[in-house]
């Protein structure tokens, strides 16, 4: 009985910081709650996902043993890009099969294809990209910036009309820029597959530097602040 | 008659052996065969094409149409991985 009166009086209060309970003399002051910043914030149902439900898109939905293409039913080049690529951009954001391999090859052929037709769109593809990051979901973060790299490069100077939008794009990638294990000598796989966060957000950085003219660092810099440049050394 | 089968003959190919190695060959006999067709020969014959449009830097094949008429587009950088390369069959006609 001793014993149990002992051990209650000893019990440690637990409790938020700044309140009256926290002057208690067994009370123990509980760190903050975690803000979430890594926390993922799953995507409202996607209108690429309503259009492809639809059959909108002008790709054939049978899939074949190859599985690593799209059949288009109409050319490439003879698309709407302000119509279609925005929409599949914003597939980007999936993550289950069907609609995430259909976003994703379908924004690749497009950027493959697209040349001078890609530019006019850019200030369209903006908010779905921002909308793919904000997920926070690490896959989709992994593909949306393979797509960022693709973009950069898919024809001149996309990288410099980029550059005014880092401002919505990069805040995430600063996030979560440090996202690396630390694994002394042992093998991280997910180097091997290119799906390490942290490798790919400073390979995204390091080409939106290249190709993004002369202000791409400074910009980058102001909302990266632990990046370094890869030209200036 | 006997021409046309003689022709449609003609059109058969002879023997068939698989890639070893990879070459620029085979990556684009791996594009037509993506796309449902033994090689460029025979893409022409069906599809009635004289221009089949190649990636100006590598020369590779760029779109193709399936007999089905939906296209296929490949990259301008290789396609065909080490470990698809024994699955590529090279025509003898």
Redesign the interface.
Known sequence: MRTLEASKSKQELKTEGFTVKSTMKNSVVVGPPPAGAFRERPAKPTVFRKFYERGDFPI?LEHDT?GN????????EKLDYHHYLPLFFDGLCETTHPYEFFARQGVH?ML??GGAKILPVLPQLIVPIKNALNTRNRQVICTTLKVLQHLVVSADMIGDALVPYYRQILPILNIFKNMNINSGDGIDYSQQKRENIGDLIQETLEVFERYGGENAFINIKYMVPTYESCMLN | MASLEQCESSYQPKSMSRAKQWTDEVEDLYRFQQAGYRDEQEYRRVKQVMLIERWPETGYVKKLQRRDNTFYYYNRKRECEDKEVHKVKVYAY
């Not at chain 1, 293409?69 to 490439?76: D, G, R, T």
């Open positions: 054939a190859k293409k799209i059949a288009w039913k109409v050319e490439i052929d493959e294809h």
